[in-house]
Structures are given as structure tokens and as C-alpha cells.
């Protein structure tokens, strides 16, 4: 299906996705589960905008300067929806969405919090961290790393090839 150098970058186009989704839209999730629409082209530009600003200092944007703002909104949605087309497209990234969330909907809920407490929030009274490990009983390093490899554990059961669905076991980290 992919060569190694392909695979490697579908599996890196498909990770920014699923983190552009979860931490740029407001509802990320939905739209990965496919309970909310697709984003249109603007809410695309917006979350690629977003995205941007959380870029290092040094990151050089590879666009000239002299585009115009609708160049920038086209160029964006074509971006975007090529990584959906790697992906095979919205209804596979939903139904793997949804069986992902189902075998470990402990870890799907972690990382949902983590976005809306610790990521998204302020709070100068409780460790944001903290909170969201209490509530599920585990440490802060758990939630830590459930929310590092989310967005790459959901790009590689995307890319599984189809025929490997029924062999595919989330293993808990």
C-alpha cells in the first residue's frame, strides 16, 4: 500500500490532522468522530492560522509574503484536505475514529480533558495536570503521555490497512 518514505509521511500529514482538529477547532473531537461537519474553508484557515502561531520562534513559513488572503485560505484547504485524502477520507477517519474511541475510550477521555483543562483553560487555583489525573486515577505522566501519542496512535489505526481491522487491539500504555 505505501512505501516506506510515503508511509512515513501520510503517517505525518495524518498525525498534524488529527492535533490541527483536536487543538485548533473547538469541537475537534466531533468533527473526528463525526458527530459535528467538516470545517469549512475558513474554519481551515483559522485552525491552520492557530497552528501557526504555536510554531516556534525560528519556524520560516515555506508561502511567499505577497500572497493575498484568499490564496492563503485556497492553499490552506488544499493542504488539509490532501492530508484527508492520505487519511482515505472523512467517513474512514470517522468509522477508525470511532472504533479507536471505543477501544480505549479511557485514554480518548483523558486526552479530551487534558485539552480542555489543561490545554485550553486557566486556573490559579488547582494544577490543571493534576485535576485531570485525579479524575481518572492515574499520574500526571500517564496523562502526559496518553496526550503526546494520541494524535499519532489515531493516524496509524487510520492508515491500517482495512483487511487488518479485525487483527487491530489498542494495547493500554
Not at 5 to 30: A, K, T, Y
Not at 51 to 62: K, N, Y
Not at 110 to 138: Q, W
Not at 144 to 149: A, D, H, S
Request: charged fraction near 25%; proline fraction near 5%; hydrophobic fraction near 35%.
Amino acid at each position: 500500500m505505501y512505501n516506506s518514505r510515503n508511509f512515513w509521511r501520510c503517517l505525518d500529514r495524518v498525525s498534524n490532522l488529527v492535533e490541527l482538529l483536536i487543538m485548533c477547532h473547538p469541537q475537534g473531537f466531533g468533527v473526528l468522530l463525526g458527530d459535528v461537519a467538516v470545517p469549512t474553508s475558513r474554519e481551515v484557515h483559522e485552525m491552520m492560522n492557530a497552528g501557526r502561531v504555536r510554531m516556534p520562534d525560528d519556524f520560516q513559513p515555506s508561502t511567499r509574503n505577497n500572497e493575498t488572503e484568499a490564496e492563503r485560505i485556497v492553499y490552506d484547504r488544499e493542504y488539509f484536505d490532501e492530508s484527508v485524502r492520505m487519511a482515505d477520507g472523512w467517513g474512514h477517519i470517522n468509522y477508525v475514529s470511532r472504533e479507536f474511541k471505543n477501544a480505549d475510550s479511557r485514554m480518548w477521555s483523558i486526552v479530551m480533558d487534558h485539552v480542555r483543562f489543561v490545554t485550553n483553560s486557566s486556573s490559579r487555583y488547582m494544577s490543571k495536570l493534576g485535576y485531570v489525573a485525579a479524575r481518572y486515577s492515574v499520574s500526571p505522566r500517564t496523562v502526559t503521555k496518553y496526550r503526546k501519542e494520541f494524535p499519532q496512535k489515531l493516524a496509524e489505526a487510520i492508515l491500517l490497512p482495512a483487511t487488518e481491522y479485525d487483527n487491530f487491539y489498542l494495547l493500554p500504555g
